[in-house]
């Protein structure tokens, strides 16, 4: 028996939707860089200083 999972949709769109899609997309990218960059700074500002040794020990 045949089952399917995934399904293919083809869009035709025409120019003010490729537009509009556009702009979505470049806020979905730009919403994602800035929360990354939070998130990095984050970590920066607050990781705990372990000695080298302790990672290394970890790692095994």
């Known amino acids: 028996m ?7 949709y083809e869009m035709f769109p025409n120019e003010e939707q490729l537009q509009t899609m ?3 997309l470049s ?4 919403q994602y860089n800035s ?3 939070d998130k990095q ?4 500002k607050n ?7 302790n990672c290394k020990n970890s790692k095994q």
């Open 27 to 30: 806020i979905c990218r730009q």
């Open 47 to 53: 990781r705990p200083d372990y000695p080298e040794m």
């Open 2 to 8: 045949l089952l399917h999972m995934n399904y293919k």
């Open 35 to 37: 929360a990354l960059l």
């Open 22 to 24: 556009d702009r979505w």
């Open 41 to 44: 700074r984050f970590y920066q």
